[in-house]
DNA sequence: AATGAATGAGGATTCATTCAT
DNA sequence: AATGAATGAATCCTCATTCAT
């Protein structure tokens, strides 16, 4: 941390800028999508004139993208996978940090749902930025699943995987819903249990053949 | 009723434009959300002049919101409940139902969606609509649950009625972004088994109380 | 000319504004150019709000293509081939009629060659239109050549056109520079005088082979 | 001058950026004209970033005058009046210089062309530039002619002149559209031929007088 | 029941230019 | 000598909506 406040007001301007220019970007398109964020309601919640947010991003959709992208960054901090236990504590333990960071930092996954739900002819930079940051997210999950329950078959693991991912996208939909109403946490932990039943009971299957 | 045929042949093709706006509504809306789906798009797709569409609904949103109402009221005839059968079999049967219906009429849910992901501060009829109907859906998912394991505590009932119908908002989700390479009928068919079983344990849990 | 008002006044009203924006357009365009020429300064002169610019046309370029091509068609209706007389006469004659339209409605020309000298990337749509019509007058003045002096090869022919033309052009730029201070109808009598003699001298040479 | 080298290196760099800029500004401008003609765009042409553009250039219209003016320079360099032979050779030689004068350096003619033709309210400075520059070789014309040809009435002389620049800068407009197809060589012959009998003509007459 | 025309507000983006460093 | 950042005005164009016929 330098302490010279010159040096900081002035180099870091740039990037505070820009920073300042995502959180608004941020908030405004986890509220209102895609298309309901425009350019001059990012520079109202930012305070920078619409010029400036060109200055830091190409156009409308690099910007969203952006969002996204760090969006899901702080969102893949807050889940780590966590050692020991027993694999059924390990699931669990899991599923409540998701259930936390979705409550926490909500934006990425809404806005990327949103996304993933539109279908325009020209593709949306943001939208493949999403799709490809949550086929990451699958890969790791098919491969813890794999580490736990090796007897999987590769068909079986896909299936559990898209279900198990599938449905936390729809719990917090759900949630965004349903506000104070839904119990998200309640609601992962079912999901993680009725998930691991199944995979033991497809493991068994296939070690039966 | 009149029976000048000039009235008649009047409303008749009002009706029909009235039907072709709809439609061309619904499958821009379906692609593009409702910011995406502008009147010119619509007056385009449907080869109406925009002035045409003002004279059958009274704005946008009203249009939307209809759009909404008649593909709910097509989905839902697609969908009964069937009688007989094994209470299972009753329940996988209708998890067949719905997964068919989304896949031949899935606009209904992917606009309900994008809808209600959205957050704006007027809250758009569109979007109401869609919310009430899908209470309705709610309520009756909830009552067939209290008919086939009366043991079940009203708190048990609303956490499986909610995930039932999240897990199957999610996995209609990742049928829309995976296309073919999901299998949108074996997941519903996991889906009814898992709801089952937690119906089951949780009436056991219930009942030894 | 029908003699309802209210039908005359209504039912033209679009014509007559399609009318008013082709007049300020070209105005505007003859003076400033392709890239001067703003929608809100069409919109300025013909008093109707830019949107409304664009019910009668698709885009600028569609606008200003628009320009060029009713500005030529009254210019060519300017200018009318003369029978009977003797050649030099008759090209004498030509030559006035085409030196008066360019004083008269010089637009055609001068926008026409402003936008010919630019080579952006995107071809422009009013561009190509003034290109295809140049080529067109070329092909009617090769023609009366060819009429005029059939011992002239095809190449001399070419030749003696491209000339024509080219100096014509040249004239034309020297009189909106020079303005009063040059003298449009003499040099168009001397060109005049030059081209003749000089396909005279031509076909002398031609006819000699 | 100093001869520290820092500064040495500093001038030289300055003026290294200098002629970047300008050429980059050049063939923006010859294409594009001087609406076209963005500081955005000649700083990704030349690399520097627009600021620095303001650093060498007091402003748009500066950096294009001074466009104007060297390319002016290089073009003049290239024409020079040959001495010896006889008129006719001598402005059958000159001829020759401007016709591949033109093919080498377009850039001057091209840009000079689209700016005299526009007739913006503000006076352009550099449209001025170009007007005189063109005027000084208007006098330079006129007194070969008068040379060559004392018994030329000044009338005479004036059109004559006119006429020998305008024809070239329309068969150079000609050249620019038609491309490869347009024999700007044996055009120049051809108007270094008429012109010449022309100023035969007319001296005779005036002589007769 | 339908439509051609109009319209003000707002959309994204680029403009020429300035300023502090 | 150079530059990253900022900015207000202007760019083209689309928006939802209305109105007279």
């Known amino acids: ?6 040096t900081r007001k002035r180099r870091v301007n ?6 300042k220019i995502l959180d608004a970007a941020a908030s405004v398109a986890s509220e209102r999508g895609y298309d309901g964020t425009s350019i001059a309601l990012v520079s109202k919640a930012c305070g920078l004139p619409a010029s400036s947010i060109y200055w830091h991003f190409k156009d409308k959709d690099d910007l ?10 702080t969102w893949l901090a807050a889940v780590n ?8 504590e390990r699931i669990a333990e899991m599923s409540m940090q998701i259930a936390s960071a979705l409550l926490e930092t909500p934006d990425f996954l809404r806005l990327g749902l949103m996304l993933a739900l539109e279908k325009r002819p020209e593709e949306v930079r943001a939208r493949t ?8 997210a699958n890969r790791r999950i098919a491969a813890t699943m794999r580490d736990f ?3 999987l078959s590769e068909h079986a693991v896909k299936l559990l995987t898209t279900y198990a991912i599938s449905a936390a996208d729809g719990l917090f939909v759900a949630k965004e819903i349903g506000g104070d109403d839904v119990d998200l946490i309640s609601l992962f932990e079912l999901h993680a249990h009725l998930v691991y039943d199944a ?3 497809l493991a068994a299957q296939s070690a039966a053949r």
Do not use: Q
């Open 129 to 136: 930025m999403f799709l490809s940051v949550r086929d990451e």
């Open 64 to 73: 969203i993208a952006a969002v996204i992208e760090r969006s899901f960054g």
């Open 81 to 88: 996978v966590p050692d020991g236990d027993s694999p059924r």
């Open 199 to 201: 995979a033991l009971r």
């Open 14 to 19: 740039g990037e505070e800028s820009r920073r």
């Open 1 to 6: 941390m330098s302490t010279d406040p010159k």
């Open 149 to 151: 329950a090796p007897e």
